[in-house]
């Protein structure tokens, strides 16, 4: 296999734009919120470079991405108690390596089905049920991903 074309792809999405409301940026990945009003809480982590594949990475880049998405996981179990978090990474439509965290609820209008699955109903005050403001759950997210040693980009 020979070395992975990593660079900036101008037709990809995550190459071109951070892809959400931007928490925290290091040299090898970010992590945004996803503007989603009836899951407020949805997070991706975004390897930053362009790679498809989660095996595209060194054994030590998958790692250090692993401990990030455990990270976002562990700050939103800590932080809002949800029913369950979801992690998925798909990459069928944006072929980029990111990873989805998604702190659910029992009370968000698709439980318990997929986000992606259709609205059972709409929950207009998804952002005010959280336990706490979404900017101090960004600022908490923030911390503790840099609390992993990745370097500011």
Not at 39 to 52: E, Q, S, T
Not at 74 to 103: C, D, F, M
Not at 115 to 120: D, G, S, T
Request: hydrophobic share 45%; net charge negative; glycine share 4%.
């Amino acid at each position: 296999m020979g070395q992975l074309d990593t660079s900036r792809r101008p037709s990809c999405e995550l190459c071109e734009r951070d892809g959400g409301i931007l928490v925290v940026r290091t040299a090898q990945l970010r992590v945004i919120r996803a503007e989603d009003a009836e899951h407020p809480a949805f997070y991706r982590v975004i390897w930053n470079d362009h790679v498809a594949e989660w095996t595209d990475l060194v054994p030590a880049d998958r790692s250090l991405l692993m401990q990030t998405v455990a990270k976002v996981e562990t700050v939103l179990r800590e932080a809002l108690h949800p029913t369950k978090v979801n992690l998925a990474s798909l990459g069928n439509v944006v072929p980029h390596l990111h990873w989805h965290v998604i702190a659910r609820f029992d009370w968000d209008g698709r439980w318990p089905a997929p986000v992606w699955a259709p609205l059972n109903h709409s929950v207009p005050d998804a952002t005010e049920r959280l336990a706490m403001p979404l900017d101090v759950l960004d600022a908490q997210v923030a911390r503790a991903v840099l609390a992993l040693g990745h370097t500011l980009n």
